[in-house]
Structures are given as structure tokens and as C-alpha cells.
């Protein structure tokens, strides 16, 4: 009976023994994985560092511009999606002036293909741009096929009808203001065709693989203010508008390249001013007409001005400081 007793006593402590060990064993087998090297230390992962925020760009968004005159309207196109926002007006129109030379350009280089013009008629691409040269415009708009015979039509000269099947233009017509009917300078544009024009230089399509560098290079490369000394008859100063309303953290990134138009000598007392821009992120249009009496400079700060209201993120949103409303005038 004893030995039964003490049998039974001998088979709990071996029980009870491999319950209190195996515990113990497991904390020594998972001490002993966990890692690497002696000591029996643990170890941690540090946490990913936290990504980088993009850098800022154009982005949709509200634009207030305490603005005095016939007509503002703007558009932003975002050359990854394609979207265009702008004012509720975007696809009303106005005479395009010397903003459309960067297409009359494209439009005259494209036809070349591989081929190089002559050394006279580059150097009238150039300042044709460069320096908003009415007379250099002229000849690369002839060259390019178009023609100023004075029609009451509204359908525009081949120059501007391969404007609007190559870029697909929904908005632009031929200008008819006597007597300046078929005048390149008096086409009729919405800004939102031309944000679509900016992007079809950008992308190629205007100039063709071999010229559209070299015009976004001529494009970024304007020269020239709104003051009276840059200002001559028939060219002058165009890097003003859009190209000021943006931070260096964006102009930073790449050349920003640029047209605008500006003429203030219509029979309907306004300035007709037109800011074009364009990177390989979006392209922007702003489209003005405002009394002649406010100059040149006031058109040049509402460009500007939308260019900053449209700015992604703003300067201190991440701070989360209040934003004053920008650029009212």
C-alpha cells in the first residue's frame, strides 16, 4: 500500500513538475530567438521614416481678385489628368494678342520636320518670342501658311484652324474687328483653350519631336518688364504676370515658360491683356480687358495674383496660420 502511495506521489511531481517547466523552457527557447548575438538583449525596428511632402505646384482652387474692368477669366489645366478648372467663365473669349505667337512659332517649326530653317528665319522664331516682335511674328505667320486677306468670315486662316484640330480647341474663332479682320493677334481664345494650347507645345504636339524643346526653351527665356523703357511700338518687355506669382519653391523645380499679350490700342478704351504659362506639371491662362487708364502693371499683378492663390500648399498651411486673401488689388 505504501509503495502504491508513494508511486502515485512519484507520477503527480513528475506532472506537475513538466507543467512548471515547460513555461520556463519556452521563455528560454523564445529569449534565446529573439536575437542575434549574445547577451540575451532584445532588439527593435525603428520606425520608416515619415515621407517627404510633395513639392508645391498649381492646384484647383478659389480665386478672389478684387478685379476692375470688362472681363477676367482664368483656367488651369493639369497636365497629368488632363482636368481643367478655371473660372465659371473660362470658356468665354478675347483677342489673343501676342500670346498666340508661341503657337504661330510651333506651328512654322512643326512643318519643317527634321529640317532646319534658314539662320535668318530662327533668328525671327526667336525674338518672335523673346521679344514679342510684331514684325518677326509677321514673317514666321506668313511662312507658316497664313494669310491677312480680310474676310467677314468667322472661320480662321489655316495657321489657326491646325491650332484647333492639333490641340483640340473647343472655343477659338477668327476675329472680325474692322479693320483688323484676320489679324493673328485678333483671334478669339478662351482661356481654357488657351491652357490646352500651353499644354500641346509642351507635350509636342505643336513643334514636333526635334523644335518643342527649343520653344519651351525660348519661352522661358522672355525678357523684359512693363516698364515704359521695356515698351516699344511693335515689341517689348513680356516676362511679367504669372511668372512673379510664383514662389521659388516652384520655379525652383524647372523652367517655367511663358507668352503673354498685351495691346492697349483698341477702339473700346481697354487694355486686352493675356498671361500664358506652362510646366511639365500644368499650364495656366489668365485673360483680361480693363480701361487703359490702370496701365499695363495692374493686368501683370492679376495674373500674378492668381498664379499665388492657386499655389498647393500655401506658404504656412502646414502651420495651419490663417491665410489673408492675396493679390487683391
Same mark, same amino acid.
Given at each position: 500500500?505504501?509503495? !502504491?502511495?508513494?508511486?502515485?506521489?512519484?507520477?503527480?511531481?513528475?506532472?506537475?513538475?513538466?507543467?512548471?517547466?515547460?513555461?520556463?523552457?519556452?521563455? +528560454?527557447?523564445?529569449?534565446?530567438?529573439?536575437?542575434?548575438?549574445?547577451?540575451?538583449?532584445?532588439?527593435?525596428?525603428? @520606425? /520608416? @521614416?515619415?515621407?517627404?511632402?510633395?513639392?508645391?505646384?498649381?492646384?484647383?482652387?478659389?480665386?478672389?481678385?478684387?478685379?476692375?474692368?470688362?472681363?477676367?477669366?482664368?483656367?488651369?489645366? &493639369? !497636365?497629368?489628368?488632363g482636368k481643367v478648372s478655371g473660372s465659371p467663365n473660362m470658356t468665354a473669349t478675347s483677342s489673343t494678342e501676342s500670346m498666340i505667337k508661341a503657337w504661330i512659332v510651333s506651328d512654322y517649326?512643326?512643318?519643317?520636320?527634321?529640317?532646319?530653317?534658314?539662320?535668318?528665319?530662327?533668328?525671327?522664331? +526667336?525674338?518672335?518670342?523673346?521679344?514679342?516682335?510684331?514684325?518677326?511674328?509677321?514673317?514666321?505667320? @506668313?511662312?507658316?501658311?497664313?494669310?491677312?486677306?480680310?474676310?467677314?468670315?468667322?472661320?480662321? &486662316?489655316?495657321?489657326?484652324?491646325?491650332?484647333?484640330?492639333?490641340?483640340?480647341?473647343?472655343?477659338?474663332?477668327?476675329?472680325?474687328?474692322?479693320?483688323?479682320?484676320?489679324?493673328?493677334?485678333?483671334?478669339?481664345?478662351?482661356?481654357?483653350?488657351?491652357?490646352?494650347?500651353?499644354?500641346?507645345?509642351? &507635350?509636342?504636339?505643336?513643334?514636333?519631336?526635334?523644335?518643342?524643346?527649343?520653344?519651351?526653351?525660348?519661352?522661358?527665356?522672355?525678357?523684359?518688364?512693363?516698364a515704359a523703357k521695356d515698351q516699344r511700338p511693335s515689341s517689348g518687355g513680356g516676362r511679367w504676370g504669372i511668372i512673379d506669382g510664383l514662389p521659388k519653391s516652384i520655379t525652383a523645380q524647372?523652367?517655367?515658360?511663358?507668352?503673354?499679350?498685351?495691346?492697349?490700342?483698341?477702339? &473700346?478704351?481697354?487694355?486686352?491683356?493675356?498671361?500664358?504659362?506652362?510646366? #511639365?506639371?500644368?499650364?495656366?491662362?489668365?485673360?483680361?480687358?480693363?480701361?487703359? !487708364?490702370?496701365?499695363?502693371?495692374?493686368?501683370?499683378?492679376?495674373?500674378?495674383?492668381?498664379?499665388?492663390?492657386?499655389?498647393?500648399?500655401?506658404? #504656412?498651411?502646414?502651420?495651419?496660420?490663417?491665410?489673408? /486673401?492675396?493679390?487683391?488689388?
Amino acid at each position: 500500500m505504501r509503495s !502504491r502511495v508513494t508511486l502515485v506521489l512519484a507520477i503527480t511531481a513528475v506532472v506537475l513538475g513538466g507543467v512548471l517547466l515547460v513555461p520556463a523552457a519556452y521563455a +528560454r527557447l523564445a529569449s534565446d530567438d529573439s536575437g542575434g548575438g549574445g547577451g540575451g538583449g532584445t532588439s527593435s525596428v525603428a @520606425a /520608416p @521614416a515619415p515621407a517627404p511632402p510633395p513639392p508645391p505646384t498649381l492646384a484647383a482652387g478659389p480665386v478672389s481678385v478684387s478685379f476692375k474692368g470688362e472681363f477676367f477669366s482664368w483656367a488651369l489645366l &493639369d !497636365r497629368k489628368t488632363g482636368k481643367v478648372s478655371g473660372s465659371p467663365n473660362m470658356t468665354a473669349t478675347s483677342s489673343t494678342e501676342s500670346m498666340i505667337k508661341a503657337w504661330i512659332v510651333s506651328d512654322y517649326l512643326r512643318q519643317l520636320g527634321n529640317k532646319e530653317p534658314s539662320a535668318g528665319m530662327k533668328e525671327l522664331a +526667336r525674338v518672335a518670342i523673346v521679344d514679342s516682335n510684331d514684325g518677326a511674328a509677321n514673317k514666321v505667320y @506668313a511662312a507658316a501658311g497664313g494669310s491677312y486677306k480680310a474676310s467677314s468670315s468667322s472661320i480662321p &486662316d489655316p495657321v489657326i484652324q491646325r491650332a484647333i484640330k492639333i490641340c483640340g480647341l473647343t472655343d477659338t474663332k477668327r476675329g472680325n474687328v474692322k479693320p483688323y479682320t484676320g489679324f493673328w493677334s485678333f483671334t478669339r481664345m478662351s482661356p481654357r483653350d488657351a491652357v490646352r494650347v500651353g499644354d500641346c507645345i509642351a &507635350d509636342g504636339k505643336a513643334a514636333g519631336q526635334k523644335w518643342t524643346k527649343w520653344v519651351l526653351d525660348q519661352m522661358s527665356k522672355v525678357k523684359g518688364t512693363t516698364a515704359a523703357k521695356d515698351q516699344r511700338p511693335s515689341s517689348g518687355g513680356g516676362r511679367w504676370g504669372i511668372i512673379d506669382g510664383l514662389p521659388k519653391s516652384i520655379t525652383a523645380q524647372g523652367p517655367v515658360s511663358i507668352k503673354n499679350g498685351w495691346t492697349p490700342i483698341y477702339g &473700346d478704351g481697354n487694355w486686352h491683356v493675356n498671361c500664358l504659362a506652362v510646366t #511639365g506639371k500644368w499650364s495656366l491662362a489668365v485673360m483680361l480687358r480693363y480701361p487703359i !487708364r490702370s496701365g499695363l502693371d495692374y493686368g501683370a499683378k492679376v495674373c500674378a495674383s492668381v498664379a499665388t492663390q492657386l499655389v498647393t500648399p500655401q506658404p #504656412g498651411a502646414a502651420l495651419k496660420v490663417p491665410q489673408q /486673401p492675396v493679390g487683391k488689388l
